[in-house]
């Protein structure tokens, strides 16, 4: 069992939160429970509880029937997971915990000294509890056993990754649920998210709940703050899919090594059974030389080389590889070619080369589970006529590439880092002589300052107008974060003569509101960072803001032709 480190932290921001919004989380409402002694076994737990049973002889009697993290959401019949935190250790709430309803807990060394004295519960005492919890909650939960699961990482394209799955398995007749950035779906029913990747004993809750309500498949985001928190542990997905690799979250993995390391995890036998991974960047082609499970490539963009970066040396030809791309409208169409002469024709109606990327793998993601059990010839056709039934890849995937206005053409995104910055403005570019870009973005407080001047530099490289705000400051002086991708901007700017209008401006809605007033009807508006997301984190106060609100007020405001959108709020 691995080491996690101690801290919860959030995927964009990285930045400390409490371990639950909700009193009540999600749970099953009929398990077996499972017996004490069996997961002191399964965690190689000693006793120590003072003045408490030892799990060897009450432990035989104590049925567990659920797992917290969190002494405000126990439900009576749960172990309690007391392990250190950013702050405070979780064994000061143990009594709390156990006048809820908690019969038994689980801590370290230093726990159990914390414990109140005359403990009436069992103990378990583990070297890290953040090791065991996710195998103690698959152990209690036991709902992921029922579900074909996919797990999908990489810097980008995740979200959209995983709502295309989503809707492909619903067209191929699957009841789905979904676990990621923007919500939890279980069947109809969606949850708001606060992580990417919920807690451990979060995410075997809501497979079990899952499995309960008949579902049979599911697709997660897999953030590199999971993996390093140990979230999907316990965790075995069928497919895991790989899409990019490029700079973010370097406060928490030091480097692009370390990050890699961190991401290739979920391509172990501890985590996945097979895997679909792109190979269109170095790290791609790294993760596919070193995958420890049966493992399929693909190659998305046709030339063969990263469409995202200028110069970038010709990549290998994947297993399956994407061809004959043309722009439809907004989106695209293609044809998605793989062994054995497998061919699909594939469509999107979302725009940018990195949605075929997408679109591409998840299709080859269900694709390679269905060859596990189905006739491959069977399965093309399947799949085959499902693209042409359904369009699932057609799908609004809230705050990503989210079409607000259409005259000039208005687009929330949540591109929040150099990489996916580039994309998302290429993706955009007008296509009318005459038109600009108006880019309207910032960078989130104490977070990789090092990509603050690469994204303002980023950003006149590929728009016409550039309007510099605030993203979430937290409690980092907004001004200096606005500085310093005003530096990188202004020196990209002068350095290579590009003559761009570039301005500051330090409340979002208000430089939203510029971007509008600058606007032609020819024009695209462009307003990167924030996504789905509907609150702004000021100084520990969440304000509400939401890009996409604030947005379509703007161009309403000015007589501007606004989109029918089904998803503004999420």
Same mark, same amino acid.
């Given at each position: 069992?691995?080491?996690?480190?101690?801290?919860?932290?959030?995927?964009?921001?990285?930045?400390?939160?409490?371990? +639950?919004?909700? *009193?009540?989380?999600?749970?099953?409402?009929?398990?077996?429970?499972?017996?004490l002694a069996r997961l002191a076994d399964l965690a190689q737990a000693a006793a120590g509880a003072p003045g408490g049973a030892s799990p060897g002889t009450a432990g035989a009697e104590?049925?567990?029937?659920?797992?917290?993290?969190?002494?405000?959401?126990?439900?009576?019949?749960?172990?309690?997971?007391?392990? *250190?935190?950013?702050? #405070? &250790?979780?064994?000061?709430?143990?009594?709390?915990?156990?006048?809820? !309803?908690?019969?038994?807990?689980?801590?370290?060394?230093?726990?159990?000294?914390?414990?109140?004295?005359?403990?009436?519960?069992?103990?378990l005492v583990v070297p890290d509890v953040s090791a065991v919890t996710g195998s103690l909650a698959a152990a209690v939960y036991g709902g992921a056993a029922a579900l074909d699961l996919?797990?999908?990482?990489?810097?980008?394209?995740?979200?959209?990754?995983?709502?295309?799955?989503? =809707?492909?398995?619903?067209?191929?007749?699957?009841?789905?649920?979904?676990?990621?950035?923007?919500?939890?779906?279980?069947? =109809?029913?969606?949850?708001? =998210?606060?992580?990417?990747? *919920?807690?451990?004993?979060?995410?075997?809750?809501?497979?079990?709940?899952?499995?309960?309500?008949?579902?049979?498949?599911?697709?997660?985001?897999?953030?590199?703050?999971?993996?390093?928190?140990?979230?999907?542990?316990?965790? &075995?997905?069928?497919? $895991?899919?790989?899409?990019?690799?490029?700079?973010?979250?370097?406060?928490?993995?030091?480097?692009?090594?370390?990050?890699?390391?961190?991401?290739?995890?979920?391509?172990?036998?501890?985590?996945?059974?097979?895997?679909?991974?792109?190979?269109?960047?170095?790290?791609?082609?790294?993760?596919? !030389?070193?995958?420890?499970?049966?493992?399929?490539?693909?190659?998305?963009?046709?030339? !063969?080389?990263?469409?995202?970066? $200028?110069?970038?040396?010709?990549?290998?030809?994947? &297993?399956?590889?994407?061809?004959?791309?043309?722009?439809?409208?907004?989106?695209?169409?293609?044809?998605?070619?793989?062994?054995?002469?497998?061919?699909?024709?594939?469509?999107?109606?979302?725009?940018?080369?990195?949605?075929? =990327?997408? $679109?591409?793998?998840?299709?080859?993601?269900?694709?390679?589970?269905?060859?596990?059990?189905?006739?491959?010839?069977?399965?093309?056709?399947?799949?085959?006529?499902?693209?042409?039934? &359904?369009?699932?890849?057609?799908?609004?995937?809230?705050?990503?590439?989210?079409?607000?206005? +259409?005259?000039?053409?208005?687009?929330?995104?949540? @591109?929040?880092?150099?990489?996916?910055?580039?994309?998302?403005?290429?993706?955009?570019?007008? @296509? #009318?002589?005459?038109?600009?870009?108006?880019?309207?973005?910032?960078?989130?407080?104490?977070?990789?300052? #090092?990509?603050?001047?690469?994204?303002?530099?980023?950003?006149? /490289?590929?728009?016409?107008?550039?309007?510099?705000?605030?993203?979430?400051?937290?409690?980092?002086?907004?001004?200096?974060?606005?500085?310093?991708?005003?530096?990188?901007?202004? /020196?990209?700017?002068?350095?290579?003569?590009?003559?761009?209008?570039?301005? %500051?401006?330090?409340?979002?809605?208000?430089?939203?509101?510029?971007?509008?007033?600058? $606007?032609?009807?020819?024009?695209?508006?462009?307003?990167?960072?924030?996504?789905? %997301?509907?609150?702004? %984190?000021?100084k520990g106060i969440n304000i509400s803001l939401d890009d996409r609100l604030e947005l379509r007020t703007a161009l309403a405001s000015r007589g501007f032709q606004l989109t029918k959108?089904?998803?503004?709020? +999420?």
């Amino acid at each position: 069992m691995s080491s996690h480190p101690q801290h919860h932290l959030t995927e964009k921001d990285s930045t400390f939160v409490p371990l +639950s919004n909700s *009193p009540a989380p999600l749970r099953p409402h009929k398990l077996p429970g499972v017996a004490l002694a069996r997961l002191a076994d399964l965690a190689q737990a000693a006793a120590g509880a003072p003045g408490g049973a030892s799990p060897g002889t009450a432990g035989a009697e104590v049925h567990v029937t659920g797992v917290s993290l969190d002494s405000r959401a126990i439900v009576p019949g749960d172990l309690y997971v007391a392990r *250190p935190g950013a702050r #405070t &250790h979780g064994a000061v709430f143990a009594a709390a915990a156990v006048a809820a !309803g908690a019969v038994a807990v689980v801590t370290d060394d230093a726990g159990s000294r914390l414990l109140p004295t005359g403990c009436t519960v069992p103990v378990l005492v583990v070297p890290d509890v953040s090791a065991v919890t996710g195998s103690l909650a698959a152990a209690v939960y036991g709902g992921a056993a029922a579900l074909d699961l996919f797990a999908v990482t990489g810097t980008n394209g995740k979200t959209t990754t995983t709502y295309f799955l989503t =809707s492909l398995l619903q067209a191929l007749g699957k009841d789905t649920g979904l676990i990621g950035t923007i919500e939890i779906l279980v069947g =109809s029913e969606a949850i708001p =998210s606060r992580l990417t990747t *919920p807690e451990s004993t979060e995410v075997h809750a809501l497979l079990a709940v899952m499995a309960e309500r008949g579902l049979n498949a599911a697709s997660m985001e897999v953030s590199s703050h999971a993996l390093t928190f140990g979230r999907v542990d316990g965790v &075995h997905f069928d497919v $895991a899919g790989f899409t990019n690799l490029t700079q973010d979250h370097l406060d928490l993995h030091g480097d692009m090594a370390g990050y890699f390391a961190t991401k290739a995890q979920l391509f172990t036998p501890e985590h996945a059974r097979r895997a679909v991974i792109c190979v269109d960047d170095e790290w791609g082609r790294r993760l596919a !030389g070193s995958c420890s499970v049966p493992a399929v490539t693909l190659s998305t963009h046709p030339a !063969g080389g990263d469409a995202g970066a $200028a110069g970038a040396d010709p990549a290998p030809q994947g &297993h399956w590889r994407v061809a004959q791309v043309q722009r439809q409208r907004l989106g695209s169409s293609f044809t998605l070619l793989g062994p054995g002469g497998a061919q699909l024709k594939v469509k999107t109606g979302l725009p940018g080369a990195f949605n075929v =990327s997408n $679109a591409a793998l998840a299709l080859v993601m269900v694709a390679e589970q269905l060859f596990t059990a189905q006739d491959r010839a069977v399965v093309l056709a399947r799949l085959q006529a499902a693209l042409d039934q &359904h369009d699932p890849f057609t799908v609004e995937v809230p705050g990503r590439m989210q079409l607000v206005g +259409s005259a000039p053409v208005a687009v929330v995104d949540f @591109a929040h880092n150099p990489d996916a910055l580039a994309r998302a403005m290429e993706a955009v570019r007008p @296509a #009318t002589a005459g038109g600009r870009l108006i880019l309207v973005f910032g960078a989130t407080g104490e977070r990789d300052a #090092t990509k603050r001047p690469i994204m303002g530099a980023v950003a006149v /490289a590929g728009a016409e107008v550039v309007i510099v705000t605030d993203d979430d400051p937290h409690d980092e002086d907004p001004a200096t974060i606005r500085a310093q991708v005003m530096a990188g901007a202004v /020196a990209a700017n002068t350095g290579r003569g590009l003559n761009r209008v570039v301005e %500051e401006c330090a409340l979002r809605p208000d430089a939203i509101v510029r971007a509008v007033e600058l $606007a032609t009807a020819q024009d695209v508006i462009l307003v990167a960072g924030r996504g789905h %997301e509907v609150h702004q %984190e000021v100084k520990g106060i969440n304000i509400s803001l939401d890009d996409r609100l604030e947005l379509r007020t703007a161009l309403a405001s000015r007589g501007f032709q606004l989109t029918k959108t089904s998803a503004i709020e +999420s």
